[in-house]
Structures are given as C-alpha cells and as structure tokens.
C-alpha cells in the first residue's frame, strides 16, 4: 500500500498506523520516505503516547510532529 501511494505521488511521504498485534499497548508507525519502507514503535502509556522518546498527549500532535520530523533521528 505504501510503495503503491509513493508511485501515485513521489513527492509525499506517506505513512499509516497500526495496531502490533503482539505487542499490547504497541503500534507501528510505518513510512516510506524514499525506497525502503521503514517502521517504528509508538507505545500507548498512562502519560500519553510516546514516540522517540516524546510523549504527545493526542495522535494528531504525534501525526504533525512525525510529518516536520520524520528524518530526525531518534
């Protein structure tokens, strides 16, 4: 679903998340930003949602973040 979305517009980055079935509390953020799809864990805690060390208090916040710094490293 990814690499067909990269080749309708190579321009965006798209990504999507999901549920890590056997990880409870665990998503993955998947994302394609040039070939190689890449995936990452976001964990659901009491505090928020955390995400490279970041807590974020609603999926929108994480979704704008990740979408000014999906290139940063960790």
Same mark, same amino acid.
């Given at each position: 679903?990814?690499? +067909? +979305? ?69």
């Amino acid at each position: 679903l990814l690499r +067909e +979305e990269k080749q309708q517009n190579p321009a965006r980055i798209p990504y999507f998340l999901c549920v890590a079935r056997q990880m409870p509390g665990r998503f993955t953020l998947g994302y394609l930003p040039h070939v190689s799809i890449r995936h990452e864990f976001v964990t659901v805690t009491p505090a928020g949602i955390r995400f490279r060390g970041r807590v974020f208090q609603k999926t929108e916040d994480l979704v704008r973040w990740f979408k000014q710094h999906f290139n940063d490293r960790k």
